[in-house]
């Protein structure tokens, strides 16, 4: 991951409480490291613990069928894992993944929903996280009927270029085919694509942006969406 | 129709704590829902929050190009307007009625404070939120990995679930448009289930003749929102 800052950014919704109630939170979290493929929780599990990456990505996951998946969710930054508990449910729907390594601050469950019940602050910003992540499952939902698959890679890769803050990152094939639902082939085909366009660089399960510009319109609108509502509603 | 019509007829509202009943009652108005009706549009402010108890209100997310895809189905088991306590004011979906009835109306403004009171129906609302963020991961998983036909099973059976009979009134466009296919993609489907015998189709009539085997050409997606929508709403 070439050009993460030395400085850790700080997680956006802690960052956007008043002080003194983001300095009452962090005091009861951990910084810890998240390492690539962690399995931070299962469907059907308990969810230990609440995570706001800071320069960390965490895929979340639906399974079906027993082998074919599909990421619904990937949390960067911007977000916090393991929203069911702001919701009062202890118990996992979705695979929670590490998929880019890096820092996070953690919070076991139970400290959790202590300070979400006295923090008024951290209750309405994480509520509205909720509706933030609400409105991208829900474009979702169409974006994998509507969208073709180069779209649909070039917005992924634009998310996690967001989220590793970073323009290069390793990714197979096959994790790419896993994550958006597709053949092995078809991820081929949309990223040489994207490579005869200049707009990536890809080799060896290297990804290297080129082009952010050309890529964000090779994207499908659901990249710009995403962004534009978080940015109305969070902040 | 008074006669007919009580709140408890939705789970949310039967679940009311005394207290939280004497508060919200008084307030809840009976509407009409007929076919077809939006209650409203993407990027719409809301005003008002609707608490089914006997039709069927669809959830469609329509992307910018027209194209629209169901997201979720609304019942008696839960309410429309989630946006306005999760704090968004406005909503990211169309909400349409899917199969005609009543539904119980209340002004935005109360369930807001009601929600913000935390109490026993604050739970009840993020714990059925929960359950639609399922459904929707499950219906995103299930757009890209499952047939029209199992898609369509899949769709009769939520529907049916929030009934009290076995047929179902529907156009063959409001069909297409909430598994976002075309409409001879939904007769193709269709035929092939009447042929079957699970179901009887015709003129948008849709008369369920074998729930079993609908739940045997389904794919696991039905099983698993209902199973986690009868866990979170079952009293904890």
Request: hydrophobic content about 40%.
């Given at each position: 991951m070439g050009q993460t800052s030395r400085r850790p950014s700080p997680n956006r919704l802690l960052?956007?409480?008043?002080?003194?109630?983001?300095q009452h939170l962090?005091?009861?979290?951990?910084?810890?490291?998240?390492?690539?493929?962690?399995?931070?929780?299962?469907?059907?599990?308990?969810?230990?613990q609440a995570y706001f990456p800071i320069d960390s990505s965490i895929s979340l996951i639906t399974p079906i069928d027993g082998h074919a998946r599909l990421e619904v969710g990937l949390?960067?930054?911007?977000?916090?894992?393991?929203?069911s508990l702001v919701l009062g449910v202890s118990e996992a729907h979705t695979h929670a993944?590490?998929?880019?390594?890096?820092?996070?601050?953690?919070?076991?469950?139970?400290?959790?929903?202590?300070?979400?019940?006295?923090?008024?602050?951290?209750?309405?910003?994480?509520?509205?996280y909720v509706y933030v992540v609400l409105g991208q499952l829900a474009r979702a939902a169409a974006c994998t009927r509507f969208h073709v698959v180069e779209a649909r890679l070039a917005r992924w890769l634009l998310m996690t270029r967001d989220r590793a803050h970073?323009?290069?990152?390793?990714?197979?094939h096959d994790f790419l085919a896993y994550m958006l639902g597709v053949r092995r082939a078809g991820v081929t085909r949309a990223a040489t694509s994207l490579q005869s366009q200049r707009l990536i660089r890809y080799s060896r399960g290297s990804i290297t942006i080129r082009d952010s510009r050309g890529l964000e319109a090779a994207a499908c609108s659901c990249y710009a969406y995403a962004k534009q509502t978080y940015d109305s509603v969070i902040n | 129709m008074a006669l007919r019509h009580d709140h408890n007829q939705n789970r949310l509202l039967a679940a009311l704590s005394p207290i939280e009943r004497e508060r919200l009652v008084p307030h809840l108005k009976l509407v009409s829902m007929p076919l077809g009706k939006v209650l409203y549009e993407s990027g719409n402010v809301l005003s008002h929050v609707y608490f089914p108890i006997d039709c069927i209100v669809s959830l469609l997310y329509v992307l910018e190009d027209g194209a629209s895809a169901e997201i979720s189905v609304v019942g008696n088991e839960g309410l429309i307007g989630i946006a306005l306590f999760m704090g968004g004011e406005?909503?990211?979906?169309?909400?349409?009625?899917?199969?005609?009835?009543?539904?119980?109306?209340?002004?935005?403004?109360q369930l807001k404070d009601e929600f913000h009171r935390s109490g026993h129906m604050q739970m009840r609302l993020l714990r059925y939120t929960q359950a639609l963020i399922t459904q929707m991961a499950q219906t995103a998983v299930?757009?890209?990995?499952?047939?029209?036909?199992?898609?369509?099973?899949?769709?009769?059976?939520?529907?049916?679930?929030?009934?009290?009979?076995?047929k179902l009134?529907?156009?063959?466009?409001?069909?297409?448009?909430?598994?976002?296919?075309?409409?001879?993609?939904?007769?193709?489907?269709?035929g092939k289930l009447q042929k079957l015998g699970a179901i009887r189709y015709s003129r948008g009539k849709i008369a369920v003749l074998d729930r079993q085997k609908l739940e045997r050409l389904c794919c696991e997606c039905y099983a698993v929102v209902k199973k986690e929508t009868d866990r979170l709403l079952s009293p904890p």
């Amino acid at each position: 991951m070439g050009q993460t800052s030395r400085r850790p950014s700080p997680n956006r919704l802690l960052s956007a409480l008043p002080g003194r109630e983001r300095q009452h939170l962090l005091a009861r979290c951990e910084e810890v490291q998240l390492r690539f493929a962690d399995v931070l929780y299962e469907p059907g599990e308990r969810i230990r613990q609440a995570y706001f990456p800071i320069d960390s990505s965490i895929s979340l996951i639906t399974p079906i069928d027993g082998h074919a998946r599909l990421e619904v969710g990937l949390v960067g930054d911007e977000g916090m894992a393991g929203i069911s508990l702001v919701l009062g449910v202890s118990e996992a729907h979705t695979h929670a993944v590490v998929q880019g390594a890096g820092a996070a601050w953690r919070l076991d469950a139970k400290s959790f929903k202590d300070e979400l019940k006295r923090n008024a602050a951290l209750r309405l910003c994480l509520h509205r996280y909720v509706y933030v992540v609400l409105g991208q499952l829900a474009r979702a939902a169409a974006c994998t009927r509507f969208h073709v698959v180069e779209a649909r890679l070039a917005r992924w890769l634009l998310m996690t270029r967001d989220r590793a803050h970073s323009n290069s990152f390793y990714m197979t094939h096959d994790f790419l085919a896993y994550m958006l639902g597709v053949r092995r082939a078809g991820v081929t085909r949309a990223a040489t694509s994207l490579q005869s366009q200049r707009l990536i660089r890809y080799s060896r399960g290297s990804i290297t942006i080129r082009d952010s510009r050309g890529l964000e319109a090779a994207a499908c609108s659901c990249y710009a969406y995403a962004k534009q509502t978080y940015d109305s509603v969070i902040n | 129709m008074a006669l007919r019509h009580d709140h408890n007829q939705n789970r949310l509202l039967a679940a009311l704590s005394p207290i939280e009943r004497e508060r919200l009652v008084p307030h809840l108005k009976l509407v009409s829902m007929p076919l077809g009706k939006v209650l409203y549009e993407s990027g719409n402010v809301l005003s008002h929050v609707y608490f089914p108890i006997d039709c069927i209100v669809s959830l469609l997310y329509v992307l910018e190009d027209g194209a629209s895809a169901e997201i979720s189905v609304v019942g008696n088991e839960g309410l429309i307007g989630i946006a306005l306590f999760m704090g968004g004011e406005t909503t990211p979906s169309r909400a349409i009625v899917q199969s005609a009835g009543h539904a119980y109306r209340l002004i935005g403004r109360q369930l807001k404070d009601e929600f913000h009171r935390s109490g026993h129906m604050q739970m009840r609302l993020l714990r059925y939120t929960q359950a639609l963020i399922t459904q929707m991961a499950q219906t995103a998983v299930c757009n890209r990995h499952h047939s029209v036909d199992q898609q369509l099973c899949r769709w009769l059976l939520l529907s049916l679930d929030r009934l009290s009979s076995s047929k179902l009134t529907m156009t063959q466009e409001l069909i297409a448009n909430m598994l976002g296919v075309r409409r001879e993609g939904v007769t193709e489907a269709a035929g092939k289930l009447q042929k079957l015998g699970a179901i009887r189709y015709s003129r948008g009539k849709i008369a369920v003749l074998d729930r079993q085997k609908l739940e045997r050409l389904c794919c696991e997606c039905y099983a698993v929102v209902k199973k986690e929508t009868d866990r979170l709403l079952s009293p904890p």
